[in-house]
């Protein structure tokens, strides 16, 4: 499984960006796609991202708590994309921008993570 990533960028403090991903690959079902950040010297925490627990019909969002109000994730079970949208963007949003998917590659296996390559966002005061 590949997860392709796009969308990072430098703003300006207040600004909005959107950031894209998308998997490919042998995909039986995904139980968890979202992203994670991290800053320079600091550990990869979850950003926000969707939990089916491979039922698309029962998404699950959640959200870091420094994000919320002001970030907004979607996914697209049937392309398994996801997206974020990041608006109100503050300097403390700057980091690298990681793409994490939960899969399972057929009915019966058990599930593995994938990482995207990560996009970096830049948010200027």
């Known amino acids: 499984v590949q997860l392709q990533a796009s969308g990072g960028g430098r703003v300006q403090a207040g600004e909005s960006l959107t950031l894209s991903c998308a998997a490919s690959?042998?995909?039986?079902?995904?139980?968890?796609m979202g992203w994670y950040r991290q800053a320079p010297d600091k550990q990869r925490t979850l950003v926000a991202g969707?939990?089916?627990?491979?039922?698309?019909?029962?998404?699950?969002?959640e959200y870091a708590d420094s994000v919320k109000g002001r970030f907004t994730v979607s996914r697209d079970s049937a392309k398994n994309t996801v997206a974020l949208r990041m608006n109100m963007l503050k300097s403390e949003d700057t980091a690298v921008y990681h793409c994490?998917?939960?899969?399972?590659?057929?009915?019966?296996?058990?599930?593995?993570?994938?990482w995207g390559r990560g996009t970096l966002v830049t948010v200027s005061s």
């Open positions: 969707v939990n089916t627990a491979g039922d698309p019909h029962d998404a699950v969002p």
């Open positions: 690959g042998t995909i039986f079902s995904i139980d968890f």
């Open positions: 994490k998917a939960v899969v399972r590659h057929t009915a019966v296996a058990g599930p593995v993570t994938y």
